[in-house]
């Protein structure tokens, strides 16, 4: 077997399935989020936007498990170290209650409908089981706790697309484009490659 040389080479982006998984989600966590809006204001549409948010709703939770599951095994871009301290320690810490959100905001709905004894309806004809036992306190509940997270969520998306734009068009400095795949030179001592 051949020796293995590993050299030190920056990453300067997520890989192709993060970025995929990044953009798919945005749009449809976004749709979500307004479809949830409608919801809420229109009795007439009621009906059509619930059968389309608990499809959308689930296939969010599909996607943010492969999501993670790449996120946890695969090599991602560092954060420009002139980036102050305490902003890399925030930007860690919205990372993961994102992902905290995409996971808990489905399976609030999911509970809250099962909750309530409501139908999960994933398509006409095929119903997701109840999760939870029919209790109206429950019910309450989780319809209260899903809307506040549907409303934190829309705040942090604002505050992460901002941020994105201002790292993107004024500091310039690789973190939008590692997301996008835009590369930016980078120094060889830091990325990883192998030499077989």
């Avoid at 959308?56 to 492969?66: N, P, Q």
Wanted: proline content about 7%; glycine content about 6%.
């Amino acid at each position: 077997m051949n020796n293995k040389k590993l050299t030190q080479m920056p990453l300067s982006s997520f890989n192709s399935t993060a970025q995929i998984l990044h953009w798919l989600m945005a749009a449809m966590i976004l749709t979500m989020l307004f479809v949830g809006v409608g919801m809420m204001t229109s009795l007439t549409l009621r009906p059509w936007l619930l059968d389309l948010h608990i499809p959308l709703g689930v296939a969010i939770l599909l996607l943010v498990i492969v999501r993670l599951i790449n996120r946890l095994t695969r090599p991602v871009p560092k954060l420009p170290g002139e980036m102050p301290g305490w902003q890399k320690y925030m930007a860690t810490i919205l990372h993961w209650i994102f992902y905290a959100l995409m996971f808990a905001l489905p399976i609030s709905g999911w509970a809250q409908l099962s909750a309530g004894g409501f139908p999960v309806r994933l398509y006409p004809g095929f119903h997701l089981p109840a999760i939870l036992e029919q209790n109206p306190t429950s019910y309450a509940w989780l319809h209260d706790s899903h809307r506040i997270m549907a409303w934190a969520f829309f705040f942090m998306i604002v505050g992460h697309l901002s941020a994105a734009l201002i790292h993107g068009f004024i500091y310039k400095d690789n973190i939008l484009q590692s997301m996008i795949g835009q590369k930016k030179p980078t120094n060889k001592s830091d990325e990883i490659c192998s030499d077989q």
